[in-house]
């Protein structure tokens, strides 16, 4: 349903943010960013510093990160919404701050921001 992330941000459970804010957290706070894009989809290019959260092996990546608890995350779709079994991972292992990208990376590209094309 196109509505769904709409509705989700709406009940609070996801909270979307701008390529500005998202910018700004980065700078100001040190956000993890986390691109939730298939492999291929990161490769082409992805926000600067940002990591490819892979769904297969969430809890194995999660437990490496548990020491940045405290910073927000930013997650990074490709355009539309982001895997729930991402945000509900993230949030059971006890980051409280997790946010969404609205627009994901094509907003981020559309807001002239620098795009990293290394295959970090």
């Not at 600067?48 to 990160?65: M, T």
């Amino acid at each position: 349903m196109v509505l769904w992330p709409e509705v989700q941000s709406l009940i609070g459970q996801q909270h979307h943010i701008t390529p500005l804010t998202a910018t700004q957290l980065i700078n100001q706070k040190h956000a993890l960013v986390f691109d939730c894009r298939k492999q291929e989809d990161f490769d082409l290019g992805h926000v600067p510093q940002s990591k490819r959260l892979e769904l297969e092996r969430i809890d194995e990546q999660l437990a490496d990160l548990k020491r940045f608890i405290s910073r927000p995350v930013i997650l990074v779709p490709m355009a539309g919404s982001v895997p729930q079994k991402a945000t509900n991972a993230l949030k059971t292992a006890g980051f409280n701050d997790v946010l969404i990208l609205k627009g994901g990376i094509t907003a981020w590209i559309e807001a002239s921001l620098p795009i990293d094309k290394s295959n970090k």
